[in-house]
Nanobody, 124 residues
């Protein structure tokens, strides 16, 4: 069992930055791929980024590539999402998730555990 708690969301102007954190409980954090997804009102929950267990491999959605950076600190059981040059279309609830799988990690079905989400609002 892994409990995930996100923090760091808020209101920011377009062009600004935010850093999301996701703290995990459990002794096996370092064995999981960690992902970030987001869900805007009335839309599906979409993939944003994932990072493998060691932090040596990352993958991003095209919409955030070059602006967002995912990282992790296994000693602190925490994964981060640094978001720069934010745009109004980045407005959503952001969720972190943990996956024990090695395939399809850009899809929601690959993830075993989810946090409750943190709201990010970008004003124009």
């Amino acid at each position: 069992q892994v409990l995930l708690v996100e923090s760091g969301g808020g209101l920011v102007q377009a062009g600004g930055s935010l850093r999301l954190s996701c703290a995990a409980s459990g002794r096996t954090f370092s064995t999981y791929t960690m992902g970030w997804f987001r869900q805007a009102p009335g839309k599906e929950r979409d993939f944003v980024a994932f990072i493998n267990w060691s932090g040596g491999s990352t993958t991003y959605a095209d919409s955030v590539k070059g602006r967002f950076t995912i990282s992790r600190d296994n000693a602190k059981s925490t994964v981060y999402l640094q978001m720069n040059d934010l745009k109004p279309e980045d407005t959503a609830v952001y969720y972190c998730a943990a996956s024990s799988r090695l395939a399809a990690r850009t899809t929601r079905g690959a993830y075993d555990y989810w946090g409750q989400g943190t709201q990010v609002t970008v004003s124009s």
